[in-house]
């Protein structure tokens, strides 16, 4: 007979590149189920993109690029836990501009 495997909690990073804003958050499930959000940061690019009256998915990719780093750091350490505390990553993969998508 088999024996169910012991819960423990699991912490992932999300990251969303899809159009133009770049994301990071960090989510513990705990044993229980429950979620919890241990950081969530948004980085617009809204003034990037304004003067063209809407987004431009060269300009949105290599922001993505000049910013995925720092908020990621700035996400782990609001969030308290350590890069070696992480259990896995969870990307966006599409919908989205490709340019975007492939960071």
């Known amino acids: 007979m088999a024996t169910a495997p012991n819960p423990r909690d699991l912490v992932?990073?999300?990251l969303e590149t899809s159009c133009d804003e770049t994301?990071?958050?960090l989510v513990?499930?705990?044993?229980?189920?429950?979620?919890?959000?241990?950081?969530n940061l948004v980085r617009s690019?809204?003034?990037?993109h304004a003067e063209f009256g809407g987004v431009v998915p060269e300009i949105a990719a290599r922001a993505h690029l000049?910013?995925?780093?720092?908020?990621?750091?700035?996400a782990i350490a609001?969030?308290?836990?350590?890069?070696a505390d992480?259990?896995?990553?969870a990307a966006t993969v599409g919908p989205?501009?490709?340019?975007?998508?492939?960071?």
């Open 12 to 14: 992932v990073l999300g």
């Open 23 to 25: 994301a990071a958050a």
């Open 28 to 39: 513990r499930r705990e044993a229980s189920g429950k979620g919890v959000i241990l950081a």
């Open 45 to 48: 690019q809204l003034a990037l």
């Open 66 to 74: 000049d910013h995925v780093d720092a908020i990621i750091r700035r």
């Open 78 to 83: 609001e969030s308290g836990v350590t890069l």
């Open 86 to 89: 992480i259990d896995a990553v």
């Open 96 to 103: 989205g501009l490709i340019g975007g998508l492939i960071v």
